[in-house]
């Protein structure tokens, strides 16, 4: 059964980088797959915020590629965001999924995904 659990801190001050680290059981992220990252802030709808492929490539969302960045440790098979310079308009519910292609925008949650982690970005 697989499973995608998310962790990092709950609150981030203004401009400093947002950092989530999505853990993986019963699959290998290595092997196949898509790994995603979502939010969705208060109010709002989803939004796709980037994907690193079993491959390793990686795919951003236009409006947040200047600040966004994925990794990945095979080692402990997890795959991390970097979101930087946050303000409070990155407030939101982030989700880590699993996908099977390349997916760019969701109008529900998708049914492989972590519980969700709230991030609240405050001074």
């Known amino acids: 059964q697989v499973q995608l659990q998310e962790s990092g801190p709950g609150l981030v001050k203004p401009s400093q980088t947002l950092s989530l680290t999505c853990t993986v059981s019963?699959?290998?992220?290595?092997?196949?797959?898509?790994w995603t990252w979502i939010r969705q802030p208060p109010g709002k709808g989803l939004e796709w915020m980037g994907t690193?492929?079993?491959?390793?490539?990686?795919d951003y969302s236009p409006s947040l590629k200047s600040r966004t960045s994925i990794s990945r440790d095979t080692s402990k098979n997890q795959f991390t965001l970097q979101l930087s310079s946050v303000t409070p308009e990155d407030t939101a519910v982030y989700y880590c999924?699993?996908?099977?292609?390349?997916?760019?925008?969701?109008?529900?949650?998708?049914?492989?995904r972590g519980q969700g982690t709230q991030v609240t970005v405050s001074s």
């Open positions: 999924a699993r996908e099977t292609r390349w997916v760019r925008s969701y109008a529900s949650l998708p049914i492989l």
């Open positions: 019963g699959e290998t992220i290595a092997t196949n797959y898509y």
């Open positions: 690193i492929a079993y491959s390793g490539r990686t």
